[in-house]
C-alpha cells in the first residue's frame, strides 16, 4: 500500500509529457531552442490523443509508472468492457511511450502484456471497420444537393471536391492556403506543409486537373468560383461562412468540415452508407483505381508510401466487381 501511495503521488506531482511542452521535462540539461525542437517532435493531435488514453488509464485506478501486471490487467479489463483491439493498441503505446519520455523501464513489451494482447486478438474479430468509398456517382449526388447559389452552397462545392481529387484527410484539407496554391493551365498545385505522415516539414504537393469545358463538375473551377465570391484574397481557403453571410477571419476546424459534411449527405439521402469524411479519399482511390490508373499515378495524389497501407484504401462494394476470376472460356 505504501509503494502504491508513493507511485500515486508521483504521478500527482510529476508532469504528463502529454502537456503541452512536457516531452522535454526528463531531459536535463537541453538548451530552449533543443527543447522546442523536441516539443516539436509530436504532433498536436497524438498529445491529445495520448493525453486522453493516460486519463482512460488512470480513471480506471492505474498508476505510473506502471508494473506489467498493472497493464495486463488494465487491458484485460477494457477488453471485458467491449474496447476494440486497435483501441487497446493504442493505450498500450501510449503507456510505453509515458515510460519512455520519463526514462524508466517501459513494462508494455513485456511477455505477460505481449501475450494478453495476443489473446484479446485471437478472441475478437480484429478486422477493422473502415470508412466507405465514396464513389464517384454518390460524389455528384452530394453535390447535386448543395445549393450553388449561397456561399454555403460555393465553399461546401469546393470543399468536397478538392477533398475528393486531392485525396485529402480532412485536416489536411481545412489548412489550405491561398499562399498554397499555384495556378496553372492545366489546374491547380497544392503546398501541403504537413499531414499525419509528413511531420518533419518537407514540402509536399498535390496537383489537381482541371477537366474538359462542359464536365459537370471541375474541383479546379469550383474553387475559383468560390474564391471569387468570398473575396479571398490571404490566408485559409476555407472559412466560416456567418448567416449574414460575413466570412470569417481563421480556418474551418476539421470537425466543422464532418458536420457540413453529414448536413450534405442527408440531404442528398445517404446517409445510411456510413459515409465519413475520410470517404473522400478513399473514394479517389478505389475510383481511380478501378478506372484503371496504376499504383504510381494514384501515390502520386494520395501521398502513400507504404503499399499494404494503400491497399487497404481500395474498397471495392460489391465483392464480384473487376474480379480476378472471371475467366471461363479457352
Known amino acids: 500500500m ?22 522535454t521535462a ?32 488512470q480513471k480506471a485506478g492505474g498508476v505510473l509508472p506502471a508494473t506489467e501486471i498493472d497493464i495486463a490487467n488494465f487491458l484485460s479489463a477494457q477488453n471485458r468492457r467491449g474496447k476494440k483491439p486497435a ?5 498500450a503505446n501510449s503507456l510505453h511511450m509515458w515510460h519512455r519520455y520519463h526514462n524508466v523501464p517501459s513494462p508494455v513489451k513485456t511477455m505477460a502484456v505481449r501475450s494478453v494482447m ?14 466507405p468509398a465514396l464513389r464517384l456517382r454518390e460524389l455528384h449526388q452530394l453535390l447535386d444537393a448543395q445549393d450553388g447559389d449561397t456561399l454555403y452552397g460555393l465553399r461546401d462545392s469546393a470543399m468536397f471536391l478538392l477533398s475528393f481529387y486531392g485525396a485529402f484527410r480532412r485536416s489536411e484539407v481545412v489548412v489550405i492556403a491561398l499562399e498554397d496554391l499555384e495556378w496553372r493551365p492545366e489546374g491547380v498545385i497544392i503546398t501541403l506543409h504537413y499531414s499525419k505522415t509528413n511531420r518533419s516539414g518537407r514540402i509536399e504537393t498535390k496537383s489537381i486537373m482541371r477537366a474538359p469545358p462542359g464536365t459537370r463538375y471541375c474541383p479546379v473551377t469550383m474553387l475559383e468560383n468560390w474564391l471569387a ?10 472559412r466560416a461562412v456567418t448567416r449574414r453571410g460575413r466570412i470569417g477571419a481563421g480556418r474551418m476546424s476539421a470537425n466543422t468540415l464532418a458536420v457540413r459534411m453529414r448536413q450534405g449527405l442527408e440531404a442528398a439521402g445517404l446517409t445510411e ?3 465519413s469524411p475520410h470517404s473522400f479519399r478513399a473514394g479517389f482511390i478505389t475510383e481511380a483505381y478501378m478506372r484503371g490508373k496504376s499504383d504510381v499515378q494514384i501515390k502520386r495524389v494520395s501521398g502513400h508510401r507504404d503499399q499494404r497501407t494503400f491497399e487497404k484504401y481500395i474498397r471495392i462494394a460489391d465483392q464480384f466487381e473487376n474480379h480476378g476470376g472471371d475467366f471461363f472460356s479457352l
Do not use: C, W
Open 118 to 131: 495476443r489473446g484479446i486478438k485471437k478472441s475478437r474479430d480484429t478486422r477493422q471497420a473502415s470508412a
Open 2 to 23: 505504501t509503494q502504491r501511495r508513493s507511485q500515486q503521488h508521483l504521478v500527482t506531482r510529476r508532469p504528463s509529457p502529454y502537456d503541452q511542452g512536457a516531452v
Open 273 to 275: 452508407e456510413g459515409y
Open 26 to 57: 526528463p531531459v536535463a540539461g537541453l538548451s530552449r531552442e533543443a527543447r522546442r525542437l523536441l516539443s516539436e517532435s509530436v504532433s498536436p493531435n497524438t498529445v491529445r490523443g495520448m493525453r486522453s488514453d493516460l486519463r482512460v488509464y
Open 87 to 91: 483501441t487497446l493498441e493504442r493505450y
Open 229 to 238: 465570391a468570398s473575396g479571398i484574397r490571404k490566408g485559409a481557403v476555407f
